[in-house]
């Protein structure tokens, strides 16, 4: 199985002068685009029929490879629209998908980095606009470079690929609780992340948008990303799937949620945080799925009971008002969430872990 993940190198490097010839060349090739997405709205076409022919209809001062890269996007542009029955597409000039025909990375001199070379744009030279790594981008140290960029006007995406092998075929499955108590919470009865909520109160503490709130936001992001990173580090090496509860419209909800937790939901980037799980699920070849979360925590987990009351769950401690279970909510909330999956249309061939480690 092949991954591929994306990182951003800003232009601030770049003299005037070369960002002005940089956004003279995305403006032209913008205007190709246009004329493309034009001719193939209105007729269907397939990429085998991208031939030089066609790349030298528009009348362009661009290279003839600048024009096919053009052409290209164009294509994936309308094909993308019209297979969501959306409006013509527009290329604004924002950005542009250069493919490793008319742009090249090469190893840094001066203390750069890194240069992005820009070839092929049909004035006969070539010209450089330096770069500088960063962590993220040394993350992907070891993986291979894909032979396209994204060229923005502030910053430019480079793509890297790594080959992980399959996706693992163990049948046992482990649900994650998300919350604001514990940031994970699995159904084997581990807890990662208790600082979570003093990471949120930090940044209500913040003037919005000043400097001070982007850093605190800034820290919060790093959290999460730390302890989604040692929770796979400390991944049973028997999982083979885990299910996350699908997160979404928490921040509404007026009568059911009070104004002060609405806030604290505000500065939760809970979107975050599952694609971050998803991506490390892939690096570890760990199958991933959700499930609707509605109700997990007011659910008894007891197979021959599964009493669903709001007053089950008092703060962090939940009580069946039936049978009597008690135990950690979250926790609860994880074990009706593996349950949610296996009980479904897709979870019939899974066995979760809790019940591997017991030995039943």
Same mark, same amino acid.
């Given at each position: 199985m092949k991954i591929k993940r994306s990182s951003k190198c800003t232009l601030k490097f770049a003299t005037e002068s070369k960002k002005q010839r940089l956004y003279e060349i995305m403006n032209e090739y913008s205007r190709v685009v246009n004329i493309f997405i034009d001719?193939?709205?209105?007729?269907?076409?397939?990429?085998?029929?991208?031939?030089?022919?066609?790349?030298?209809?528009?009348?362009?001062?661009?290279?003839?490879?600048?024009?096919?890269?053009?052409?290209?996007?164009?294509?994936?542009?309308?094909?993308?629209?019209?297979?969501?029955?959306?409006?013509?597409?527009?290329?604004?000039?924002?950005?542009?998908?250069?493919?490793?025909?008319?742009?090249?990375?090469?190893?840094?001199?001066?203390?750069? /980095?890194?240069? &992005?070379?820009?070839?092929?744009?049909?004035?006969?030279?070539?010209?450089?606009?330096?770069?500088?790594?960063?962590?993220?981008?040394? %993350?992907?140290? /070891?993986?291979?470079?894909?032979? $396209?960029?994204?060229?923005?006007?502030?910053?430019? %995406?480079?793509?890297?690929?790594?080959?992980?092998?399959?996706?693992?075929?163990?049948?046992?499955?482990?649900?994650? /609780?998300?919350?604001?108590?514990?940031?994970?919470?699995?159904?084997?009865?581990?807890?990662?992340?208790?600082?979570?909520?003093?990471?949120?109160?930090?940044?209500?503490?913040?003037?919005?948008?000043?400097?001070?709130?982007?850093? @605190?936001?800034?820290?919060?992001?790093?959290?999460?990303?730390?302890?989604?990173?040692?929770?796979?580090?400390?991944l049973p090496k028997e999982v083979g799937l885990i299910v996350v509860e699908r997160l979404k419209s928490l921040k509404k909800g007026k009568g059911k949620r009070s104004k002060g937790f609405r806030k604290t939901l505000s500065h939760w980037n809970y979107r975050e945080?599952?694609?971050?799980?998803?991506?490390?699920?892939?690096?570890?070849?760990?199958?991933?799925?959700?499930?609707?979360? @509605?109700?997990? $925590?007011?659910?008894?987990?007891?197979?021959?009971?599964?009493?669903? %009351?709001?007053?089950?769950?008092?703060?962090?401690?939940?009580?069946?008002?039936?049978?009597?279970? $008690?135990?950690? @909510? /979250?926790?609860?909330?994880?074990?009706?969430?593996?349950?949610?999956?296996?009980?479904?249309?897709?979870?019939?061939?899974?066995? @979760?872990?809790?019940?591997? &480690?017991?030995?039943?």
């Open positions: 001719m193939f709205w209105e007729n269907d076409f397939v990429a085998g029929q991208l031939t030089k022919d066609l790349y030298a209809i528009p009348a362009s001062g661009l290279s003839a490879r600048m024009r096919q890269c053009a052409a290209r996007e164009a294509l994936g542009m309308v094909n993308g629209a019209k297979e969501a029955k959306s409006t013509k597409p527009r290329h604004t000039g924002k950005k542009c998908i250069w493919s490793s025909q008319v742009v090249g990375l090469e190893s840094g001199r001066n203390h750069f /980095d890194l240069w &992005l070379k820009i070839h092929s744009t049909g004035t006969g030279d070539s010209f450089y606009i330096p770069l500088k790594q960063h962590f993220h981008f040394n %993350q992907y140290a /070891d993986w291979n470079w894909a032979t $396209s960029i994204i060229v923005h006007r502030e910053y430019i %995406q480079i793509s890297f690929e790594k080959e992980v092998g399959q996706k693992s075929t163990s049948p046992y499955a482990l649900g994650i /609780d998300v919350g604001i108590n514990s940031l994970l919470t699995a159904s084997n009865k581990s807890w990662f992340g208790d600082q979570i909520k003093a990471l949120i109160n930090k940044i209500k503490r913040k003037k919005q948008h000043s400097k001070a709130y982007k850093r @605190a936001k800034k820290e919060l992001s790093y959290y999460l990303h730390r302890i989604v990173k040692i929770f796979f580090n400390q945080l599952l694609k971050v799980i998803q991506m490390r699920a892939e690096e570890n070849r760990v199958r991933f799925r959700t499930v609707n979360p @509605a109700k997990t $925590s007011q659910t008894c987990p007891v197979p021959t009971c599964s009493h669903t %009351q709001r007053e089950n769950r008092v703060g962090k401690v939940f009580q069946c008002l039936r049978c009597g279970y $008690s135990d950690d @909510a /979250d926790y609860v909330g994880s074990l009706n969430i593996l349950t949610r999956f296996l009980t479904g249309q897709y979870g019939a061939g899974f066995k @979760a872990f809790h019940e591997f &480690l017991s030995g039943k």
